[in-house]
């Protein structure tokens, strides 16, 4: 059975940075995609960034282009999202996503969520 853990969410001022790690245990899962979303109150999941299982291909949502990070740690079932220049907007419930190769994300197994907070 695949689990997923995130970790490292919290409360940030605008401008600041977090980075949040994916810890996924299972058969494989070291060969998977990696990806994360978010969720705002009152809002769509939204796509935030994807790696792919060798970490030489990553792609990012829009809104956060340029300013957020994906990686994937050196046992490859790790992965991280290092956030900078974080605004207000940032704000939502950010959840780890992770599948085969042979699928597209969004995949079938999602973590619990971890809430990060841009207030000053």
């Known amino acids: 059975q695949v689990q997923l853990v995130e970790s490292g969410g919290g409360l940030v001022q605008p401008g600041g940075s977090l980075r949040l790690s994916c810890a996924v245990s299972?058969?494989?899962?070291?060969?998977?995609?990696m990806g994360w979303f978010r969720q705002a109150p009152g809002k769509d999941r939204e796509f935030v960034a994807h790696?792919?299982?060798?970490?030489?291909?990553?792609y990012y949502g829009e809104s956060v282009e340029g300013r957020f990070t994906i990686s994937r740690g050196s046992t490859k079932n790790t992965a991280y999202l290092q956030m900078n220049s974080l605004k207000p907007e940032d704000t939502a419930v950010y959840y780890c996503?992770?599948?085969?190769?042979?699928?597209?994300?969004?995949?079938?197994?999602w973590g619990r969520g971890t809430q990060v907070t841009v207030s000053s």
């Open positions: 299972g058969p494989t899962s070291n060969s998977w995609g």
């Open positions: 790696i792919n299982w060798s970490g030489g291909s990553t």
């Open positions: 996503n992770a599948g085969p190769p042979s699928e597209l994300p969004p995949y079938d197994d």
